[in-house]
C-alpha cells in the first residue's frame, strides 16, 4: 500500500543553521507530494506541493525536491529563524482520489 | 473566504459521557476528513467522507466514534462513551476532489477526558 516514511521526530538548530528534513515515500501510482506545517494550536497548513509535471516546490524560504529514482521528498532551508519552530509533515497524495498519507512529523526547535 | 471552523475549540468530559465535536468546511469542498492527533500516535485518520458519502471509516475507531455529514456544509463527530485515553486533539480537514489537492484544517478541539 501507499506509505509515507518520516525518521526524524525532533531536530533542533540554532538561527541561520541549515535545515534538512528526511521523507521517503511508496506508491504505485503517480505521487503528488506536500509538506504541510503546523505551528501551536492550530490545524496543519500547506507549506509546498511538488508533483510529477514540476518535481520541485519553494515556498517561504523551504525547498523540496522530488526524486523519483530515489523515492524522496526531502525538505530543505538554507537558514532557519526561531519563527520556523513547527512541527512538519511529509505528505503523500496519489490521484486516485482516497485519503492523503501523513508521515509521522518532524518536530523542529530553532533556538536563538 | 472562510476557512474551515470548528467548535468547540476546547471540551471536557467526564468518563462515559457523550459528546459531539463540530466542523463546518470550506464552501464548495467536496471531500471532509476526520482526525485525531496525539503526541504519541501523531494524526490518526478517524474517517473520510466524499460528497456526504463514507469512503473510510478508520478500523480501530468505529465501535465508539460516530462521524456524519448532515448536509455538504456540516459534519459532526460523535464519541460515545468517552474514555480518558479519548483525550486528544481532534482536526477536521476539508479539500476540493482529489487526491493531488491540499487540505485545509481547522484549528483543532482539543478534548479532555477525566
Known amino acids: 500500500g501507499d506509505s ?16 534538512f528534513i528526511n521523507c521517503t515515500y511508496s ?5 503528488t507530494l506536500f509538506w504541510y506545517v503546523q505551528y501551536p494550536g492550530e490545524g496543519p497548513q500547506l507549506l509546498l506541493k511538488v508533483t510529477t509535471a514540476n518535481n520541485k516546490g519553494i515556498s517561504r524560504g523551504f525547498e523540496a525536491t522530488y526524486d523519483k529514482r530515489t523515492t524522496s521528498f526531502h525538505l530543505q532551508k ?7 519552530s513547527a ?17 509521522t512529523g518532524t518536530k523542529l526547535q530553532v533556538v536563538p | 473566504d472562510a476557512g474551515v471552523t470548528q467548535t468547540p475549540r476546547h471540551e471536557v468530559a467526564e468518563k462515559g459521557q ?11 469542498h467536496n471531500d471532509l476528513f476526520w482526525y485525531r492527533q496525539t ?5 490518526e485518520l ?8 463514507l469512503m473510510e471509516d478508520g478500523g480501530a475507531f468505529k465501535d465508539r466514534f460516530k462521524a456524519e455529514m448532515l448536509n455538504s456544509s456540516f459534519s459532526t463527530l460523535k464519541i460515545q462513551p468517552t474514555e480518558p485515553k479519548d483525550s ?25 477526558v477525566l
Open chain 2, 88 to 112: 486528544a486533539v481532534y482536526l477536521c480537514a476539508s479539500r476540493g476532489t482529489g487526491g493531488a489537492l491540499e487540505q485545509y484544517f481547522g484549528p483543532g478541539t482539543r478534548l479532555t
Open chain 2, 46 to 53: 478517524l474517517s473520510y467522507f466524499r460528497s456526504k458519502s
Open chain 1, 27 to 31: 506508491t504505485t501510482w503517480y505521487p
Open chain 1, 78 to 84: 538554507a537558514s532557519v529563524q526561531e519563527s520556523d
Open chain 2, 39 to 43: 503526541k504519541i500516535q501523531g494524526l
Open chain 1, 87 to 103: 512541527v512538519y509533515y511529509c505528505v503523500l497524495g496519489v490521484n486516485s482520489g482516497t485519503y492523503q498519507r501523513f508521515g
Open chain 1, 4 to 19: 509515507v516514511t518520516q525518521m526524524q521526530g525532533q531536530v533542533t538548530l540554532s538561527e541561520d543553521d541549515f535545515l
Open chain 2, 18 to 28: 457523550t459528546i459531539i465535536l463540530k466542523c463546518e468546511p470550506v464552501s464548495g
